[in-house]
């Protein structure tokens, strides 16, 4: 049956045919495959294409150009974007271009076809949870923010995470989205991890951001308060790169959507956390004499005495240093005789005289 239609655009004949055929496992799917933009422009003229997957560099008009055409006569279009190029600009020209999906050559198989399925509203087939900030809460100044910082920073994605991992809201996708439901619970491990830091810091909320750099794709990830996190996935950072200026709006970008974040009713902190903070904002505890134990009371009634007899002191810490641990010795401790002798016990009449 021929319920969607499928355009390939790639001007290698060997990869239009690996793309073609792994399509065609998913179904019975009419798919078209032609070598150059301009051909494409005539295929769409003459009918209605539900997925567009083309190569950015092509003979004639590139991939980018194409899909700038092709948007004003088929909006609802999904398009998947490839290429074999790792230059900086044509990704970024890439990440404007509001492609669903973004893939480097080689292509993973999975990977594609799982890009595909979603494209086409088929199945989701690595599900990620996404869940509401409160029903009678509207989300829409949050995902303006998140596309705003998208913008800026020519990133890939921005994404709110609670800290469980799921998806609060979240402007453009991930290059391989596929990866989202392995990906999102590892980096709470390291966000969980930030808190501890931040509650021995004595930081509330904390103020981190963590840096990934990847093959595809750079990530930061920052607290939004306790509750919550920011993920940016960006081209990979070079060393000529401006680091200071993704600093300076990550940071920007979580002071403002904690902001958004309270203006809207939502708490930063979860019960769970007030808990842990509340305990580890505590003293630390201190040593505690038992006051009932035999040792401590009879020299409790030794200190009552106004003169205390040498025997009787000598007597109290050797019963003392048995009692406690035979088998504990220090090099560097001095028995009482041997400060005697040293001259560092008080003197007795005896000897002042």
Known sequence: MDDHRILIVDDQREVRQVLRSAIETLGDFKVIDVPSGEEALLEISTETFDLLVTDVRLPGISGLELLEK???????????????TTDANVRRQVADAGAEFFFLKPIEPADFLDAVERSLGLVEAHPVEKVSLGEEKPTE??????TSVRKELDAFST???????????????????SMETALFPALMAAFSAGERVANLLRVSPPRDLMYFSGAKYDLFLAHVGESYALLIAVNPVTISDPVDRY???????????????????VPLKTQEQLGRQEADSTAEPTAEVDVDDPLIESLFQMGESEDLDKQ????????????????????DAL??????QLGLTPKDEAEEE
Not at 70 to 84: C, E, H, K, Q, S
């Open 141 to 146: 100044n949050v995902s303006e923010h998140l």
């Open 70 to 84: 092709l948007r004003g006569r088929n909006p609802d279009m999904a398009v998947i974007i490839v290429t074999g």
């Open 312 to 331: 009787e002191v000598d007597s109290f810490w050797q019963t003392a240093s048995l009692d406690l641990n035979e088998d504990v010795t220090n090099a």
């Open 159 to 177: 994404v709110l995470l609670d800290e469980r991992g799921r998806v609060l809201a979240q402007a453009g996708d991930l290059p391989d989205a």
């Open 335 to 340: 028995s009482y005789e041997q400060a005697r």
């Open 247 to 265: 600093v300076r709006i990550v940071y920007q970008s979580v002071d403002e959507l904690m902001s958004i974040l309270a203006s809207m009713g």
